[in-house]
């Protein structure tokens, strides 16, 4: 049977817009993966009427809520007293629980618990205790009429340590299938382009599914499956992936991987290769994606950031011809870039990017958004020049900084570098 | 009259927990400062007949409504329609928008535009229309039987740039009173501090107020003033903002600026002064934040982002010495860092980076979170020696390039460089 589950958060400071609701999102990820859908997330605030009605809603829509936040000492912690209320629960008092927290005070607060405390230690009548090893407010989960009610607290590392030691496991034995996913990561292709070709397959799928995701720069397809096991998910995602694979061809660059620098990061390693960067509009960025990672030095020297024209002849032995002739933002300035970057750090590969972020064309009229990636090799030196467009600078920037990254693992898996 | 909102978002991906809704928090911040109280939060799937059910649920207990997600061009982007159907309104097709998305396709992507983009250029029929200047479906607002519903986008960079051009002026005009707010910008002291330090003055006022936001690396304040006027509400907060200032000191590096690289650009730009960068653990991190700033060329000359020792040597001149006897974490190579990249770049002043950014320590047991910024002037060169802490490399490497301009900061105002 497949559950349908809503996740309330209850917190004030999330409707002030103070923190975003990680929460949610957590406990949505470790649904997902036990095969329970998550049709709705509501976030009230602390205020019993309101989560009344939000309660009332979610137990005719759903058979699984789970809540967070709201089980603090304080006067306006009331999340279980208003589920006990819906639900026609009497509270019952743990002698036992509010012995630890009286004996965490003097403990380790060194101080005697202040009396509103004694609420925590109240739990619904006939429920399955959460402990909180790091915290003093427990959890707990009931059944009643069909629909499962978990509470869990509101900090999120107390949240998430109760949802993997006592959540998962209780809704676990709920339910007998499990989720499995696959993301198949894009570039070089939008999304409107990418869903006319795969709308049809998607539309006809039910299990496995298959959905597009449009990230900044990139399309991010995601497979899911559902099923008994492990190996019978993978079983039916695999020919999905070789079809994704096959009808996009080399706009994809990995699957499972977080970006282009990582993809890049891993074929480098493997070669046993190392790389340099000479960056212009990009100004640091295709450095700072790549340093992110940890480990970067295996593979990373290092580069330039040569941002005014006399860094870029003074630093990367660009030639004065190339500067007046053909001018900074250029196929031969790009080519040049990167040469010396590979010669100044001794790296194997070298990337360049230079371009105009706006926001105006350069001194010689260069449009905004033209940039020139140069890649140095052993091979020889190669370039790609893309359009683009009028973009935002930041957006600009990292469009840039993907499509030297792309030109790297192209190189590096044998692919033309043109687009 | 006082307004109520709920924030309805909607996507798979937000319940499958792909991503945090940050949308519903950025919106809620921005509201609160409207005076606009945001009840609810939803979130509901790309589903025609569940967000039915959100949209009916919400237009009963709240008369602004705000969507997020659900106008692109694909099949399951079905919000617009959706909403048309709840307030029985019919969706026209707007000639003009279908150009411009059709030549954005020709022009930016150089491609025809499929066909499906058609339905973000239909809008429903008499609409405020919201413009989106970085990407091609369109936002909007209309107002039924006294309730509002705005249409922004999902992506989280296209629905800021429209909430602040047009939802947020759109609701300031549902309002007789104005809300004011400035933000006053702290680097160097922790929150908890920060909240002892004003807690009592917080506690006591309530217009205008005064509210902490922890950011990642810093700490904002951000006082508020509601009045019938911008100058009464300027007026009131003209004193709050000078005791914050008194009360916090040289951390306070500016009011209602982005960062502290904004912060850096406009002090270098008003003294006619250029920067140079070397970093090491921060990969470049502080040559792509300041190069992210429109302009920065007027002030930001280029740099090396010296990530192997032999380019430390290489590039910025460090001598053999420093790198056998102190090692490449220590403050002579930091100083000896800064002083290469004023020297190769010319410029006026120059900053270095070097540190341990995990998740090892470096092969002389220097242990991780330890970094030197070096900074070199016409007056001499300086350095700042900072224990960042065993922190999540990311956290580490962009608190490192916050003291890296939190220097420049010092430097240039005629602070002590010493926190």
Redesign the interface.
Known sequence: MSHTAEIIAVGTE?????????N?????????TLGIN????????D?PI?LK?ALD?ARR?ADILITTGGLGPTYDDLTKQTICEVFGKPLVLHRDILEEIREFYEGTVHAPMPENNTQQAELPAGCVIFENPVGTAPGCAFEQDGVHVLMLPGPPHEMRTMLRRHALPYLRALSSEIIVSHDVMTFGM????V??LL?QKM?AMSNPTL????K?FEVRL?ATAKARSQEAAEAMLAPVVEEVRAVLGPVVYGVDVSGLAECCFAHLLRRGLTLA?A?S????????Q???L?G??KI?????????T??KQ??LGVPQEILDADGPVSEPCARAMAEGARR???ADLAVSVTGV???EPDERGVPV?IVYIGLATPDGVFCRCV?????????L?GLAANHAFDVVRRYLTGLPIKL
Chains 1, 2 share one sequence.
């Open positions: 999330l409707l002030l817009g103070n923190i975003a609701n990680t949610a999102q957590e406990i949505s990820e470790s649904l997902s998550v049709f709705w997330h509501t976030v009230v605030g205020n309101r009605e809603i829509r939008g999304e409107s382009f869903d006319q709308h539309a959905a597009t995701y449009a900044p995601r960067t960056e509009c990009t100004g640091g960025l295709v450095a700072e790549i340093t992110a940890p970067a030095s990373y020297r290092g580069g330039v950031v040569s941002y005014w006399s860094v003074g630093m100044i750090t001794g972020a706006g926001p958004g359009d683009t467009g009028k973009r935002q600078r930041s957006l920037q």
